[in-house]
Each structure stands twice: as structure tokens, then as C-alpha cells.
């Protein structure tokens, strides 16, 4: 499949800023069932000062703010070809190695509630691509979908308790859940092309766990699948922070505001 993508990041801040630094992740590399065509960043207010794959082997980029500016515009726009190879990325590879993906993090770590749940599944650890299948229902049961109840600092637990979460939460409790397990796991950031929507709020993150045998798969919690052709991979992590599509930090310019345009939709192999 062809999906085009258009992403447009704004910053408005309420002064100018003093001094700012981003790292972004929001290239997409040709890897993992996917080719990427074509991509392009633009920045206004922002200027280039590295380059590099991080330690995830995330493409990243690392930009400076313009001091005096009160607002960052980051536009990317690109294709990638995609292939559905039923949620099976295949095996490890990047600077990382497998046993870091079974440390905890703050945000996956488990409390009494995770643990609970991880206990009432009775899971059979021998047969894991099947118990991973049934945790990922599981934690689509215990937490509904629900926008505008978390933020990126919420936990796997906290939101495991509160019943309501997104992707992001979804991800981080089956992660927590996995390694809690003995199983190796980590966050992906991306996009999914949906059906009869193009523009979209945000885009997407999904879980994916070590398995024997078959290597990395992808279980997308929220969605209730392992992902397919519509997905496209961004970044991975031990959690939303070595995922994420923005971080950084700034030296003045008061309150900030942040809005976001995306668009993800399926492109003819003419076009």
C-alpha cells in the first residue's frame, strides 16, 4: 500500500523565546515492511543543528528555536510503500540489546492493579505469541478508549485504575504487562491510515512484543490487531519518551499552545 502522509506541528508561545532546543522523530525509515518514497521536514522559527539515529536507531533530528521567535511551525510530508506481514516485524536489530526491552520504566512500570490483571489471565508462558493475543484483549477490556483523560505523563497504572485511556496508555500497560512476564516489549509511534478518514487529531502508538521464533509483533491494543498494511513505523522505545515525535525544552516565552494538522491517506501507485 501507498500512504501519503502530511504532518504539521505548531508551537505558539505566549513571549519570545530565550533559548530552545527540540528533538524530533518524525522520519520514517525504509525498514521492518516499509520503503519510504519520499520525505521532507520544513521548519519556520526553528534551525537544523544535527542530525543522527539515536540509540533506538530512530532517525532524529536535533533543532535549535530561534531565539526572539513566539512560534515553531514543523511541516512533514512524505510517502512510504507498506506491506502487511500480520503484525511480524522479524528480528532484533539497532544499538539497543533485547534485554533492555525488559526493564521497566516509570510509565510502565506495575503496581498492585497491573499485576492483578496479569494474574487473572492465568497466562501460559510457553505458549507466549498466544498469551500476548489474549493480555492484548484484555487490556482493550479493563480500559476504554477515551480522548482527553490522560497526558503523556500518565502511567500504565494510573491509567489501568482510571479505566479510560488512548493509545498511548494501551500501549504502556500492555508493555508493562509483557515484561512482567519475562517477555521483551516496546512503544512504536506512528501512523495508521483509517478508513473513510483522512484528516486526523494526532497519530498513533502501538505495543510490540519479542516473541521466539518469530522475532518483533505488533499488537495494537486500541484497535483490537496485530498491525497491517496501514500502519507506518516512525520510532520505538522502552516507552512514549524514547518514542516520542517531539521533546525538548525552552527558555522563556510563557504559556505554550500547540495545535496539529494531519493527514494520512492511501495513494494510487501512479501518483
Known sequence: MRIRVSHTTRYQFDGPVVHGLQR?????????????DDWSMELDGARVEAQYDDHNHNHTTLVS????TSAITVTCAGTVQTRDSA???GHHSGHMPLWCFLNQTGLT????????????????RKATLASLHRLK??????????TGRTDSTTTAEEALAA?????????????????????PARYVSGYLLMEGRVEQDAGHAWAEAHVAGLGWVGFDVSN?????????RVATGCDYGEAAPVTGMTVGGGQTDLSV??????????Q
Open 24 to 36: 524530533l522523530r518524525l522520519m520514517p525509515k525504509s525498514t521492518h515492511g516499509q520503503v519510504v
Open 224 to 232: 483490537r490487531i496485530c498491525p497491517d498494511d496501514r500502519y507506518v
Open 109 to 124: 512500570r506495575p503496581g498492585a492493579r497491573l499485576r492483578a490483571l496479569v494474574a487473572s489471565l492465568e497466562l501460559d
Open 163 to 183: 479505566g479510560h485511556g488512548v493509545c498511548q496508555d494501551h500501549a504502556h500497560i500492555f508493555i508493562g504487562a509483557a515484561r512482567h512476564l519475562g517477555v
Open 261 to 270: 494538522s494531519l493527514a494520512v491517506e492511501q495513494q494510487s501507485s501512479e
Open 137 to 146: 484483549d484484555a487490556v482493550h477490556e479493563a480500559v476504554r478508549y477515551e
Open 87 to 89: 503484525g511480524v516485524i
Open 65 to 68: 528555536i530561534v531565539p526572539g
